[in-house]
Each structure stands twice: as C-alpha cells, then as structure tokens.
C-alpha cells in the first residue's frame, strides 16, 4: 500500500504562485508515475500534469501548460507542483496520485489509471 500526503494549498490573488508538495511512502517500488489532479466545485476530476520517475519524461494538461511545472526529488518519492501565473480558474482541491504503468500523451492524465490517492489540498485564487 502506498501512502500520498499532499501540502502546500492555500490562498493567493490571480498571478500568484504556490508550489505543491507530495510525499510518497509505503511500498512505492513499483509506483513509476506520480501525477496531480484537480476538482474543481461542479467539475469533473481533471488531471493537471504527471512524471514518468524513470525516465523522467512529464505531462501537462493544455490548460496549464506554460504555467505549471512537475518535478521530483532525487529519491523519486516526492513530486512537486509549482504553479505560476495563477488564475482563478485554477482554483480547486488538488490530488496526488501514484500508478504503476506505462503510458504516453494523454493516458498519462487519466484518472482511471491511477490506484493511490492522497487526501487533497486546497488552492484559492481571488480575482
């Protein structure tokens, strides 16, 4: 089993920045994808970007491509979310998740795919 706790949510004003911090633990060997997700109130689990820990090769939602930017530290057991430029469409509750797969492109941000979750945490942008 393997265990997310997400950190690092809060409130800023549009064109702000937070970073997101996950950190995995458990049995994470064969966890070889770590991604973010997002819900929005009203919307649909959304996938936001992910990490092949591998390769490492990333994935990114179109619409935070330009602003977000995934990475992971060198024990490949903590992924971060550092998110700039913040609009207030970005906010929601965001999610780390782990998978154990291969994929390429859009697969990578499916929610389905992934078998480990964290608890959230919650991002707020004002206007």
């Known amino acids: 089993q393997v265990q997310l706790v997400e950190s690092g949510g809060g409130s800023v004003q549009a064109g702000g920045s937070l970073r997101l911090s996950c950190v995995a633990s458990?049995?994470?060997?064969?966890?070889?994808?770590l991604g973010w997700f997002r819900r929005a109130p009203g919307k649909e689990l959304e996938g936001v970007a992910s990490?092949?820990?591998?390769?490492?090769?990333?994935y990114y939602a179109d619409s935070v491509k330009g602003r977000f930017t995934i990475s992971q530290d060198s024990a490949k057991r903590r992924v971060y979310l550092q998110m700039n430029s913040l609009k207030p469409e970005d906010t929601a509750m965001y999610f780390c998740?782990?998978?154990?797969?291969?994929?390429?492109?859009?697969?990578?941000?499916?929610?389905?795919?992934?078998?480990?979750w964290g608890q959230g945490t919650q991002v707020t942008v004002s206007s």
């Open positions: 998740a782990a998978a154990s797969m291969l994929c390429s492109g859009e697969p990578c941000l499916w929610p389905r795919n992934f078998a480990d």
């Open positions: 458990g049995d994470t060997a064969n966890r070889n994808l």
């Open positions: 990490i092949y820990t591998r390769s490492p090769t990333t």
